[in-house]
């Protein structure tokens, strides 16, 4: 009786450019940082949907989310490099 094959092998080349500084690993782990956070998808989802929000307009869209959590996560979206923020006084 031959055993079935549950899982396939990933064919890659090096194994230490995949898990290195530069590897796909680290890229991915990145990202999952960045995204990382109760509230950062629903603001990304909410920012793709209409580029251009002001806070209260997030405050109202996007409800449990306080002001602190909100400029918390904006802030961090916006050092990842994921949003631009803008300023008009």
């Known amino acids: 009786m031959k055993q079935a094959i549950t899982h396939f092998k ?4 090096d194994r230490a450019t995949c898990l290195g500084a530069d590897g796909s ?4 782990s990145r990202v999952l940082r960045m995204i990382t956070g109760r509230w950062k998808l629903p603001i ?6 209409e580029p251009s ?6 405050m109202r869209d996007i409800p449990g989310i306080s002001q602190k ?4 996560h904006l802030r961090e979206l916006e050092i990842d490099g994921l949003i631009i923020r803008h300023d008009f006084q």
Request: hydrophobic letters at 60%; glycine letters at 0%.
């Open 53 to 58: 929000l002001r806070a209260s307009q997030f």
């Open 10 to 13: 990933v064919p890659v080349e």
């Open 69 to 72: 959590m909100l400029t918390q």
């Open 25 to 28: 690993v680290f890229h991915v």
């Open 44 to 49: 990304l989802f909410r920012l793709f949907a």
